[in-house]
């Protein structure tokens, strides 16, 4: 975007939300693809479902990333937190 947001009307501005949401909701659908991929891995290698290290390992990056864009680190951790549970829940209905 090279628009000043405070030059943006109202609309213009929710044109972007609109825009930013959309592609909020496209990287949630790749890394749930990839997720997906990575559980069909776990299940042929025999592998759990659940990998805590890993986890953490994700929320710990979720934190650095939301420090890095000067986000809330705990909204930030709580999304990937529920992102997690989702990919887990699916990954537990496809076995």
């Given at each position: 975007m090279t628009t000043n947001p405070?030059?943006?009307s109202?609309?213009?501005?929710?044109e972007?939300?609109?825009t930013?949401?959309?592609?909020?909701?496209?990287?949630?659908?790749q890394r749930t693809y990839v997720a997906d991929t990575i559980a069909q891995?776990?299940?042929e290698k025999g592998l759990?479902?659940?990998d805590e290290a890993q986890e953490q390992a994700v929320?710990?990056?979720a934190g650095e990333n939301a420090e890095q864009f000067d986000v809330d680190a705990n909204l930030v951790k709580a999304i990937f937190r529920l992102l997690i549970e989702l990919n887990?829940?699916?990954?537990?209905e496809s076995r």
């Open positions: 405070e030059e943006m109202l609309d213009e501005l929710r972007e939300i609109e930013i949401d959309q592609e909020i909701v496209e990287k949630i659908a891995v776990k299940a759990p479902t659940t929320m710990d990056r887990k829940v699916e990954q537990r």
